[in-house]
């Protein structure tokens, strides 16, 4: 029994010494802990040749235990991690502007805004859209988005599609043109732009001298001002509340800020 439990001191110790190596996020006391552990089982094993021999058979009988051990540690830094990330963007909100002309999905009087930037040939944008109808109505009457245009350069397509979204708000019909768009984010030449108009049955030629009108062009610019003001450079890009997000997180993420900040807006009224 004494032989099993000084087994088990030194597997769980040379786990600990590993996983904290194999983790890039590594605390401020991290070398501490290491050299403790190792004067530990040092002191079980005072010869350094004898120590290094039963550290490599240990890997060498256990793998997955060092696997598995390893790999939970991992995931365990990286929550801490994205927690203390999220804790920072509580204390660094910003403020985005809602302007006239923005699309906007959800009620009015929602406790949490979600502005979204986006570039419609980006196919993260695509999966950050579906979480955001998912969101509304996991939350209806609870959270709103307003979708703002950040088309990037490397995007052959992405700018006019960004006008003829806005071409076709004009007309009420932005979100099912924007669901056309994501749809086929890889063919998105003026033919397609124009075919989807028709299929929404817009007024075609209002809609095309929307979509190369200065108005609408400013409206783009305008998003993408906003956006390098608050040095947003890729997209998909989210902002709950003056919380930014950045990329295509798992659903569970956007419950999470958006619980957080239904909080917030509940201990406020109280």
Request: charged fraction near 30%; aromatic fraction near 8%; charge should be positive.
């Given at each position: 029994?004494?032989?099993?439990?000084?087994?088990?001191?030194f597997?769980s110790g040379?786990?600990?010494?590993?996983?904290?190596?194999?983790c890039?996020?590594k605390?401020?006391?991290?070398?501490?802990?290491?050299?403790?552990?190792?004067?530990?089982?040092?002191e079980?094993?005072?010869?350094?040749?004898?120590?290094?021999?039963?550290?490599?058979?240990?890997?060498?009988?256990?793998?997955?235990?060092?696997?598995?051990?390893?790999?939970?540690?991992?995931?365990?830094q990286?929550a801490?991690?994205?927690?203390?990330?999220?804790?920072?963007?509580?204390?660094?909100r910003?403020?985005?502007?809602?302007?006239p002309?923005?699309?906007v999905?959800?009620?009015?009087?929602?406790?949490?805004?979600i502005?979204e930037y986006?570039?419609?040939q980006?196919?993260?944008?695509?999966?950050?859209?579906?979480t955001?109808?998912?969101?509304?109505?996991?939350?209806?009457?609870?959270?709103?988005?307003?979708?703002?245009?950040?088309?990037?350069?490397?995007?052959?397509?992405?700018?006019?599609?960004?006008?003829?979204?806005?071409?076709?708000?004009?007309?009420?019909?932005?979100?099912?043109?924007?669901d056309?768009?994501?749809?086929?984010?890889?063919?998105?030449?003026d033919?397609?732009?124009?075919?989807?108009?028709k299929?929404?049955?817009?007024d075609?030629?209002?809609?095309?001298?929307?979509?190369?009108?200065?108005?609408?062009?400013?409206?783009?610019?305008?998003?993408?001002?906003?956006?390098?003001k608050?040095?947003?450079?890729?997209?998909?890009?989210?902002?709950?509340?003056?919380?930014?997000?950045?990329?295509?997180?798992q659903?569970?993420?956007?419950?999470?800020?958006?619980e957080?900040?239904?909080?917030?807006?509940?201990?406020?009224?109280?």
């Amino acid at each position: 029994m004494k032989i099993f439990f000084k087994r088990l001191v030194f597997i769980s110790g040379i786990v600990l010494i590993f996983a904290l190596s194999a983790c890039q996020n590594k605390q401020p006391d991290d070398e501490k802990l290491r050299e403790t552990i190792k004067q530990l089982i040092k002191e079980q094993l005072p010869d350094d040749e004898k120590l290094n021999e039963t550290i490599k058979q240990v890997i060498r009988d256990n793998p997955k235990l060092m696997y598995d051990t390893i790999n939970a540690y991992v995931r365990q830094q990286k929550a801490e991690e994205q927690v203390r990330r999220l804790d920072a963007s509580f204390k660094n909100r910003v403020k985005v502007d809602i302007q006239p002309g923005t699309p906007v999905k959800g009620v009015q009087d929602a406790p949490v805004t979600i502005v979204e930037y986006t570039d419609f040939q980006c196919p993260y944008c695509a999966r950050g859209a579906k979480t955001m109808e998912y969101l509304l109505k996991k939350y209806d009457g609870k959270v709103r988005v307003a979708f703002k245009n950040l088309p990037l350069e490397m995007h052959e397509q992405a700018l006019p599609a960004a006008k003829a979204a806005l071409a076709a708000h004009k007309q009420g019909k932005f979100w099912p043109y924007h669901d056309l768009l994501f749809a086929n984010a890889s063919q998105l030449d003026d033919a397609t732009l124009e075919k989807f108009a028709k299929d929404l049955s817009l007024d075609v030629e209002q809609f095309n001298r929307d979509r190369q009108s200065d108005e609408i062009a400013k409206q783009v610019e305008s998003d993408k001002a906003q956006a390098a003001k608050l040095n947003l450079r890729s997209t998909p890009m989210f902002i709950a509340n003056g919380v930014i997000i950045k990329g295509a997180k798992q659903p569970s993420h956007f419950s999470m800020v958006i619980e957080r900040l239904l909080k917030e807006t509940q201990n406020r009224e109280e």
